[in-house]
């Protein structure tokens, strides 16, 4: 069976840091690309950053660009988010996916093309 299982959400205040973790069973990176997304309290789910499980090219959205690096860790089928000087408006449930095919920036803006959802870790961000 295909799952992706977020971890590694929390309570931070506003500047602190949190590492999250995005751990795959029953496929390999290797022919797919892992997205992180969040949603906030009544807004839509967007996409925050990807990256590709083939040659580990990554992207970010303008709002955690300079802020979150994304990683992945093959031997432990584990995609990270480093997560840095946090905001308030950072506040969300991040929710890991994934897409085969070929890494593709705009595939990070459309949802539906996205997989095997993770169930998603809270991290909160107080002022």
């Not at 977020?6 to 840091?17: D, I, M, N, R, T």
């Not at 459309?110 to 993770?118: A, C, D, H, I, K």
């Amino acid at each position: 069976e295909v799952q992706l299982v977020e971890s590694g959400g929390g309570l931070v205040q506003a500047g602190g840091s949190l590492r999250l973790s995005c751990t795959a069973s029953g496929f390999t990176f290797d022919d797919y690309n892992i997205g992180w997304f969040r949603q906030a309290p009544g807004k839509e789910r967007e996409g925050v950053s990807c990256i590709s499980g083939g040659d580990g090219s990554t992207y970010y959205t303008d709002s955690v660009e300079g802020r979150f690096t994304i990683s992945m860790d093959n031997a432990k089928n584990t995609v990270y988010l480093q997560m840095n000087s946090l905001k308030p408006e950072d506040t969300a449930v991040y929710y890991c996916a994934a897409r085969e095919g070929l890494f593709r920036i705009w595939a990070l803006y459309t949802l539906r093309l996205w997989s095997n959802w993770g169930q998603g870790t809270q991290v909160t961000v107080s002022s």
